[in-house]
């Protein structure tokens, strides 16, 4: 697999995407990967185009 088809790939599936790229601060201050957890991934593959979600702070769920 070229490395063209390998960023294909991770284009078109935003979770890949997210865990691939995105980065985060944990409490130690280190930067770490960022790893959806069950929760989330059900709501990036589930998401319409209007979505309402009520939640708390720092529950982790991105759109």
């Known amino acids: 697999m070229t490395n ?3 960023l ?3 284009m078109s599936d935003p ?5 691939t790229f995105v980065k ?5 201050g ?3 990967p960022f790893k959806l957890n069950p929760q989330q991934k059900y709501i990036m593959r589930n ?3 209007f ?6 702070r720092q529950l982790g769920i991105m759109f």
């Open 8 to 10: 294909k790939k991770i």
């Open 15 to 19: 979770i890949l995407w997210i865990e």
């Open 4 to 6: 063209k088809e390998k």
């Open 24 to 28: 985060i601060v944990n409490k130690a």
């Open 51 to 56: 979505n309402i979600c009520l939640k708390s």
């Open 47 to 49: 998401k319409g185009k």
């Open 30 to 32: 280190k930067l770490v």
